[in-house]
């Protein structure tokens, strides 16, 4: 506290939008993007690169970023399942990129047709090839309290999947409520697991908001060591493969419960304001 520093990663374009059953138009991916850049966050995930017939909406992603304009000092991030969605980020100059993997079999399974351990052997390359080209890669996991399709997670299987993408060379660790279903104290068992597995500061909560419970599952995390938070402006979106799962907790609304602990985010809540705005009618319009 006392004006500690903890980082918003603003994932609204890609976690956001990638929802959103009307395909929206790259032009207006790139404004909002591009308002986005102008809020002080230091990373943006914008893109993914994962078959347009599994998620449509994201098949823009190389006009995106090559359609944003950069600001010095942010990273705009990308996904990337497999070799193929590396390939992909790296022609449209993405200045990171995150391979995805699953704490449960089930949703590993709906979400990128692999088990866990098939899941890891296709991302190992891709780790590989990102770390050899001097390419930031973070891991997230999802469903790491309960799956949509198995129930619910033990935090022993989070710390496996954890250590895994850690021993890869994943430079962060994104924790997913996918479901947005968990109590805090499944977030502080689950975060304790973890970080038997791995260390503190590689950790970030990743939290959608079905039940209204992401700004105090936030909370526990910090009571845990987690200084960085995934949000999406808006509040926007969901995931196509956890039916009936809500979006992230919304960028404006963390920002503003952090600064109410006494945390400094950097960011300028005019503009997120104005860009929860933009983001919303983006969803309206459908
Ligand atoms: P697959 O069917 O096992 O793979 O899909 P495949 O290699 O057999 O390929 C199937 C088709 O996809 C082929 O095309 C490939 O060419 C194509 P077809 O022959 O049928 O015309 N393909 C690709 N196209 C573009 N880019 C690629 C690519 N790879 C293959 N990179 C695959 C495996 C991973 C591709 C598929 O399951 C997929 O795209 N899944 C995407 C799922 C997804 O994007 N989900 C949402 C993001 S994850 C999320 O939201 C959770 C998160 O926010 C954290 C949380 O909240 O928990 C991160
Ligand atoms: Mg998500």
């Known amino acids: 506290m006392n004006g500690e520093f903890v980082e918003i990663f603003e994932v609204g374009p890609r976690d956001g939008l990638q929802n959103e059953k009307r395909l929206i138009d790259a032009a207006d991916k790139i404004a909002l993007v591009d308002l986005l850049s102008t809020a002080g966050f230091h990373r943006i995930e914008v893109a993914s ?23 010095k000092g942010i990273s705009y991030a990308a996904l990337t399942p497999n070799m193929r969605g590396f390939d992909g980020a790296v022609a449209a100059k993405a200045d990171e990129v995150a391979i995805f993997g699953s704490a449960s079999e089930g949703f590993s399974k709906a979400n990128i047709n692999a088990s866990i351990e098939e899941s890891l052997e296709r991302f190992r390359p891709v780790a590989q090839a990102a770390i050899a080209a001097e390419i ?12 949509p399709y198995d129930g ?24 997913g409520d996918t479901t947005g279903h968990a109590y805090p104290e499944e977030i502080s068992a689950m975060l304790r ?7 503190d500061a590689v950790l970030a909560g990743h939290y959608h908001d079905t039940s209204g419970r992401a700004l105090d599952n936030i909370e526990a995390s910090l009571n845990e060591g987690v200084r960085v ?45 104005r860009a929860a705005a933009l983001a919303l009618s983006m969803r309206e319009e459908g």
């Open 152 to 175: 619910a997670t033990a935090p022993d299987a989070v710390a496996q999947v954890a250590r895994e993408l850690h021993a890869m060379g994943c430079y962060e660790l994104s924790l």
């Open 136 to 147: 930031p890669v973070r891991g997230y996991i999802s469903c790491v309290v309960n799956c």
């Open 229 to 273: 938070f995934d949000a999406a402006i808006g509040g926007l979106g969901g995931c196509p493969y956890a039916p009936g799962a809500a979006g992230n907790v919304a960028t404006e609304a963390v920002h503003e419960r952090l600064t109410q602990l006494g945390y400094a985010t950097g960011l300028n809540a005019n503009v997120l304001n």
């Open 49 to 71: 690169f994962v078959s347009p017939k599994w998620v449509p909406q994201m098949a823009t992603s190389a006009d995106v970023l090559g359609g944003i304009t950069r600001s």
């Open 193 to 199: 697991a973890v970080r038997d597995a791995v260390p």
